[in-house]
Nanobody
């Protein structure tokens, strides 16, 4: 099992940028695919982005393509989500997640370790 702790959330204006970080501990002797999800008020948790174990491959939800970038630094056991050109509809609690098998995925059920979430609020 791996423990995940997100940080970097906050309140910003539309058009601003934020970088979320996800620090992993526990099962870190080998890198595993990681992802970011978000849950807006009154909505289900939704996929945002995912990255393969060494960062070679990434995938994004259509709503964030071109604005968000997922990356990782395995030496620091940390994944990142750089969010640019933020919009009010990006307001949500953002969760970091990790898989215990290799390969990219975008389904909530494909990830078995989750962080506690960090709030991102974008005002117009």
């Amino acid at each position: 099992q791996v423990q995940l702790v997100e940080s970097g959330g906050g309140s910003v204006q539309a058009g601003d940028s934020l970088r979320l970080s996800c620090l992993a501990s526990g099962r870190t002797s080998s890198a595993y695919p990681m992802g970011w999800f978000r849950q807006a008020p009154g909505k289900e948790r939704a996929f945002v982005a995912a990255i393969s174990r060494y960062g070679t491959f990434t995938s994004y939800a259509d709503s964030v393509k071109g604005r968000f970038t997922i990356s990782r630094n395995n030496a620091k056991n940390t994944a990142y989500l750089q969010m640019n050109s933020l919009k009010p509809e990006d307001t949500a609690v953002y969760y970091c997640a990790s898989r215990s098998v290799y390969g990219l995925a975008d389904g909530e059920a494909d990830f078995d370790s989750w962080g506690q979430g960090t709030q991102v609020t974008v005002s117009s």
